[in-house]
């Protein structure tokens, strides 16, 4: 059929497939559950050998990696056998730099049964995640270890697509001494910029329970000896007199009234020429798109918190004392917004 026989899609037609979307993801976690794309590293295979090695239903495997080859997840051989692809490889379980960490978040049962609650955020502007749990979504990573575990590799799965990867160079450390990454998760950031930059030294700021796993991967990364590991929470007090206060992916989980409280917090501790650098979702004022809506959604259904725009930053830093001084752009609409102590 040539483009201009092609079929014209119906108004139902479009609508039947944006509210059966969830059908797709749900065929991805399938297979990269059973691992499938690491199964592929060495060439097509038949479902049949995928099915003996997954210990699967072949007829099933082979009619859902059917389905995945038709949106180009996989690459179905002419002789029935399937491939990898470009698509498949950012799922490998054994690669690094993979998304196989925050798939295994957002296909975590716990995680979805606070999106199923987004009409109470909508309705209440309250947490999907609280009325699904009865918690909060911290409190809940602090009771159960394994969804916490999950939590944080989801992290660092992400890093890529955040700009952890490239804001190391983007950002001027040559006169700074001393950074601090104010809830820095599984330490794969401040192990990044220590590496980046020998002649800092660094602090790592978490809850308790995070921090021992911290230590792990600031050891593995061969900076432990230049970086302090502290457990404390931001709500309280963050440690005082550093050069650079550093936040990832922070000041999104928390509506405004909280956001404040945290960058009070590291007002506080910073001296008049220290800088806060918050690495976020940078959102355009007008005319959003793509993935970052998503994202969006997902704040508030988690926690009842937003994406901002640089407008929204500048208002939560006004009220905790600081100013914005710039923003620097790294990928995917992700970037450091600085500010200073307002004097
Ligand atoms: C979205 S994660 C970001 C982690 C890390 N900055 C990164 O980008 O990978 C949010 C982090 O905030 C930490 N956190 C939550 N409440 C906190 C508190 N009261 N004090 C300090 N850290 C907290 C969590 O443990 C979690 O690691």
């Known amino acids: 059929m040539t483009r201009m026989q092609q079929k014209e899609t119906s108004p139902q ?12 993801p749900q065929a991805i976690h399938t297979a990269a559950k059973l691992r499938v794309p690491d199964l592929l590293k060495d060439g097509p295979r038949t479902a049949a050998e995928l099915a003996r090695d997954t210990q699967t239903h072949e007829d099933s495997l082979r009619r859902v990696l059917r ?16 491939g990898r692809t470009p698509l498949s490889q950012t ?20 995680f979805w049964r606070a999106w199923a609650q987004l009409p109470h955020a909508v309705k209440t502007g309250q947490p999907g995640f609280e009325q699904a749990h009865g918690q909060t979504f911290f409190d809940y990573l602090s009771r159960h270890p394994e969804a916490g575990e ?22 001027d450390f040559s006169k700074v ?15 990044r910029i220590l590496n980046a930059h020998p002649h800092l030294r660094g602090v790592l700021f978490e809850l308790p329970p995070v921090i021992e796993v911290a230590k792990a991967t600031l050891e ?3 900076v432990a000896v230049r970086c302090e590991c502290l457990g404390g929470s931001f709500f309280e007090s963050v440690p005082a007199g550093h050069d650079v206060y550093m936040m990832k992916m922070i000041i999104h989980d928390w509506a405004d009234d909280q956001a404040v409280r945290i ?9 008049e020429d220290s800088k806060l650098l918050l690495i976020e979702q940078l959102l355009p004022e007008r005319k959003l798109s793509g993935v970052q809506m998503f994202i969006d959604l997902t704040m508030m259904a988690m926690f009842g918190s937003k994406e901002r725009t640089a407008t929204e930053f500048q208002v939560l830093f006004a009220q905790a004392g600081l100013e914005l001084t710039r923003t620097i752009d790294l990928v995917n609409g992700y970037a450091i917004i600085e500010a200073k102590p307002r004097v």
């Not at 037609?13 to 797709?24: G, K, P, V």
């Not at 389905?67 to 399937?82: I, P």
């Not at 950074?179 to 998760?185: F, I, L, P, R, T």
């Open 220 to 222: 593995k990364g061969g």
């Open 13 to 24: 037609e479009t609508m039947l497939q944006m509210f059966t979307a969830y059908w797709l």
């Open 177 to 191: 001494k001393t950074v601090v990454d104010v809830a820095g998760g599984e330490g794969s950031f401040l192990a």
């Open 263 to 271: 960058l009070r917090s590291c007002r506080q501790a910073m001296r």
């Open 150 to 171: 999950t939590f944080n590799k989801a992290m660092t799965s992400f890093s890529t697509i955040s700009g952890s990867e490239v804001a190391p160079e983007r950002y």
């Open 67 to 82: 389905t995945l080859s038709s949106v180009g997840v996989f690459a179905e051989t002419e002789d029935g056998r399937f």
């Open 91 to 110: 799922l490998r379980s054994d690669k690094p730099d993979s998304l196989w960490g925050y798939l295994m978040l957002v296909d975590s049962e716990w």
